[in-house]
């Protein structure tokens, strides 16, 4: 007998995992004839410093290390659901495993009637990355700037000047740069998918990330070095410009002058949180600006000094835009887990809290308008959008459905699918998923 365990996977035959857990179908397979049910147990099995995996019969943040199904001896499909167990991500494909084994009289017996390597793959904190997950991560980003002329393009054009009314001083800030990031990220995936987009913790130093090997070191000149080994020496942001240029304001020492985490996490807190006061100044009740775009996201571009990434118009030429992009939506990831879990109103897609409730916005800031470029729409069919819309649909996953090709606001607020909906597909080390 065998046992045959299929993961809602599209496009490949390797899976990727969250803290989110998905469902899966377990049947049997030439199970022994002349009984009706074969009992057995599904564990995970973690090399050493892999990641973990927990199962449940029900979707639910409280799963355990094993599971105990009973299979239809005819191969009827059972479900279980399977995800990573928090906080202990993957660091490379195939260091955690699904096993099936039969159980008699209470215990998992020989031999192995299934084995599914698998990866809990997790965005992290840069600093936490080993040098095959940072060399991997750095390889894709260059193959994806292709010395400028690969698909990096389209990110380029995305977030630019004549997209600025859309993304940024208003109410989709914080879901559209979330789509923005999760388009990267699966482009990214597409040429290495062991790949994680990572995050700078900018109210800590990054004594790992600003090196020549990972990100770069600015000289006098603002021109970023890099190691000669470093896949990122080819990068060119801009084809009038080779290279990156970027200030040398921050170094692997640097603490930067920004609101810290804890204090990103009260902007908006108690009975009276809401998205628009912790996300946006222009909103709140009172005159000075207050939300996180203000402070911790312009303090930590400007803290460069100079460069492509203190102008919003240009700093998505520097690969370092997108792990402090990472880091801004991780806050609002962790504000939105905050307090009562992920299940609570903050992730919400239609609580009154979890988004914008005032009079309706330009289109695009509505929460169910459809998110520019992804959606087509420009200037000619609605004054307010772009004049053009790079890039085509949001890129696939193999591992969910979400967002679909053009995601609206809405699909943004609940990206581990706590509410209903299916996850994004993405997850932070330390922000687990909780009904
Ligand atoms: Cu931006």
Known sequence: MKVDIQFPDTLSNRVFLTWRPVKATVRAIDA???????????????????????????????????????????????????????????????????????????????????????????????????????????????????????????????????????????????????????????????????????????????????????????????????????????????????GIWRGNAVGPTTVINVRNEFDCMRISEGANANFTEFSDWKYTPTSAPTGLESDPHNGAHNSLGAGWITDPTTSQLDPLFYLLHNNVDRLWAKWQWLPSGSGGARSDPTSAISYFNGPPRPNGHNRGDTLWPWDGIVKAGVPTRPPTAPGGGMADSSMTRAPGLKPMVSSMIDYLGAHGGDPLGFAYDDVPFEL
């Open 32 to 242: 022994p004839a002349g009984q009706p049910n074969v009992a057995i147990r599904l564990e995970g099995k973690s090399n050493v410093g892999g990641g973990a995996i927990s199962f449940t019969n029900r979707l639910t943040h409280a799963g355990a290390p094993s599971v105990d199904l009973q299979l239809s001896s005819d191969g009827t499909p059972v479900d279980v659901w399977i995800g990573g167990a928090f906080p202990t991500a993957s660091k490379a494909y195939g260091d955690v495993s699904v096993e099936a084994r039969q159980v008699v009289g209470g215990q998992a017996v020989a031999p192995l009637l299934a084995r599914v390597p698998v990866m809990v793959r997790i965005r992290k904190n840069a600093e936490a990355l080993t040098n095959t997950e940072r060399d991997l991560f750095l390889s894709a980003m260059a193959a994806l700037n292709g010395k400028g002329t690969g698909r990096f393009v389209d990110f380029r054009d995305m977030h630019d000047g004549d997209a600025y009314e859309q993304i940024h001083g208003n109410v989709s800030f914080l879901p559209w740069h979330r789509a923005y990031l999760l388009d990267l990220e699966r482009e990214l995936q597409v040429i290495e998918d062991q790949v994680a987009l990572p995050y700078w913790k900018f109210d800590e130093a990054a004594p790992k990330l600003f090196q020549p090997a990972f990100i770069g070191q600015s000289d006098r000149s603002a021109t970023v070095q890099f190691a000669p080994t470093n896949p990122l020496r080819n990068w060119v942001g801009d084809l009038n410009r080779r």
